[in-house]
T-cell receptor, first 113, second 114 residues
Framework: AQSVTQLGSHVSVSEGALVLLRCNYS??????LFWYVQYPNQGLQLLLK??????LVKGINGFEAEFKKSETSFHLTKPSAHMSDAAEYFC???????????FGPGTRLSVLP | NAGVTQTPKFRVLKTGQSMTLLCAQD?????MYWYRQDPGMGLRLIHY???????AKGEVPDGYNVSRLKKQNFLLGLESAAPSQTSVYFC?????????????FGPGTRLTVT
């Protein structure tokens, strides 16, 4: 069975600073991994996903994530935070056929001026 | 292409009343899901469906029923609403098949039970 942990329920960064949101997973099969973003009063939208192949995945809005199998991690980064990045971010893992699509508890990102 | 839509967007119910939330998707997806989102608890799966006419329980199914009579629609019912069901409800859909296919989410329904 898959599971996801996200270290830090709330992360604050200054505008222009590096954003690092942590995600660790457990999976009995090679996983598919996803990052979603949720802006206030909206649904979740996909930022990026890892399938197979290249371990560094680029997504929308300048975000990227690196899959590290040895560390069972899929951390999300952005070199320079923007005020518009303030949102909640969810990491998720699924098996081959979408079964056991599991979301992490989420990390709220605040960006300080 | 509207994606995933949810009706209604907001609703206030009194304890004991019933209601149905409608989810519709126009992407011909086989899988559909209902989640609830509460502060500090992330997303919790209520029920899901892997195809027309099929449904299954998720993590928190008690107090809810679902139906998938048409492939494009997934209904969530509350037979006798309780204050504990005050939440934001999200519907999602996903295509069938092997691979990294993401879930697509609707905009949510904010339900308050008084």
């Amino acid at each position: 069975a898959q599971s996801v942990t996200q270290l830090g329920s709330h992360v604050s960064v200054s505008e222009g600073a590096l954003v690092l949101l942590r995600c660790n997973y457990s999976s009995s099969v090679p996983p598919y991994l996803f990052w979603y973003v949720q802006y206030p009063n909206q649904g979740l939208q996909l930022l990026l996903k890892y399938t197979t192949g290249a371990t560094l995945v680029k997504g929308i809005n300048g975000f990227e994530a690196e899959f590290k199998k040895s560390e069972t991690s899929f951390h999300l980064t952005k070199p320079s935070a923007h005020m518009s990045d303030a949102a909640e971010y969810f990491c998720a893992v699924s098996g081959d056929y979408g079964q056991n699509f599991v979301f992490g508890p989420g990390t709220r990102l605040s960006v300080l001026p | 292409n509207a994606g995933v839509t949810q009706t209604p967007k907001f609703r206030v119910l009194k304890t004991g009343q019933s209601m149905t939330l409608l989810c519709a998707q126009d992407m011909n997806h086989e899988y559909m899901y209902w989640y609830r989102q509460d502060p500090g608890m992330g997303l919790r799966l209520i029920h899901y469906s892997v195809g027309e006419g099929t449904t299954a329980k998720g993590e928190v199914p008690d107090g809810y029923n679902v139906s998938r009579l048409k492939k494009q629609n997934f209904l969530l019912g509350l037979e006798s609403a309780a204050p504990s069901q005050t939440s934001v409800y999200f519907c999602a859909s996903r295509r069938l098949g092997q691979g990294a296919y993401e879930q697509y989410f609707g905009p949510g329904t904010r339900l308050t039970v008084t």
